[in-house]
């Protein structure tokens, strides 16, 4: 039950994160959302990555 909790969070997390890139990108230039996106992915693969860990130590 705690890992389903857990990856519903990351779930609703990865949905959050992405709407300022669909909100922002009409205004932006190229150059601007390819950086945005690199930023997100970033985040996101650490965000990833530390919920594992946590998932890995929480059992």
Known sequence: MRKILVY???SIWIVI?????IL???YLTE???MA???GH???LCIG???S???IECWR
Request: aromatic share 12%; proline share 4%; with cysteine.
């Open 36 to 38: 945005l996106m690199f």
């Open 41 to 43: 992915a970033n985040a």
């Open 48 to 50: 990833v990555f530390i």
């Open 24 to 26: 922002t990108s009409e």
């Open 17 to 21: 994160s992405c709407v300022p890139i």
């Open 8 to 10: 519903l969070c990351i």
């Open 52 to 54: 594992i860990i946590y």
């Open 31 to 33: 150059a601007s959302i």
